[in-house]
């Protein structure tokens, strides 16, 4: 594990998880308003309103794409993070750049996490503790993954179908057992987030079959989760989906043709802009079994219909090369723009 966290200090070893004592960064925000960002702004009033104290949430899969704006996102709302991911010399860098755009008095603890083994799971929650992490509001199961390759079932490897079913959803179901095993310790609970994905409603997933296979099962586990919440009369805990669309993430381009990435420009964000959206509702979700969705079936038929117009060459041209606005931007070379940290 990350030794810097040992005794619960935080990344550069200033202040503890309690948030007392904020290193002296500058904040430099990456979110990209958006065009209802007044609408966005209110809700996060309301946010502020029914949720009075900060919040501690678990991200998995926070080392990148999403799931790091996401975390970036809690944090710059006030809530203290958890980022879990496999790669540790790439999560201690996003973590940086989250605690340099975090709220005043905000923690992030960024710790190695592999969501597919127990043990990892089981040693992530022994050093949240040690951390001086006493409790968890929120636990987000972002991580996932398509083995990034754009293949039939059977061209793939065993190796990459296990990877892709182990990650998206034994790692889900591990994880919710963990969250769960966790929050009924809480008199007040908490709520668990899970993520859908391309075939979710059962349509075909020609070429990452693997993949959505294990996104349509997230609904029915949301499901079976409450439903046996409910059964042994646990209140206080919910368990819900969100829904973020086409994001653009190493996942979505990885193997993309030149004319889906051109495609691309109607319907997909950029992840801070989608994180910015989805934040305030989770943190204003109460109950059970409540779906957050980014982009529904209405707008999505708009936004194709408008493409043309208000959206082509937005982010790739027909050429499939991704659009550069200004000298200062920097992409991967899959064609995701990469944290001004790492430029």
Known sequence: MLAMFVGGLSVDGRRSWTGRERPPYSASATVRPRQNEGRVARLRGKCRDLNMKSKTVVVTGASKGLGLELAREFAKQGHSVVMGSRDVGVLEAAAKSVQRDAREGVAVLPLQLDVREQASIEAFWAEMKQSGVGSVDMWVNNAGTNAYNRVAVYEQSAEDVALVVDTNLKGTLLCCRQAILCMREQPFGGHIFNVDGAGVFGTPTAGYAAYGATKRAQPQLMKSLNAELKGSDIQNIGVH??????????????????????????????????????????????????????????????KIATGFVFRQNRYFDRAGVRVRRSDNERFSTSGVRLPEDTQ
């Open 241 to 302: 989906l969100i829904s973020p669309g086409l994001v653009l993430t190493d996942l979505l381009l990885a193997g993309s043709t030149p004319a889906i990435r051109f495609f691309f420009n109607f319907l997909a964000e950029e992840p801070a802009t989608v994180a910015t959206w989805l934040v305030p509702r989770m943190v204003a979700t109460t109950g059970r079994g409540q779906y957050h969705k980014y982009l529904k079936v209405p707008f999505a038929f708009l």
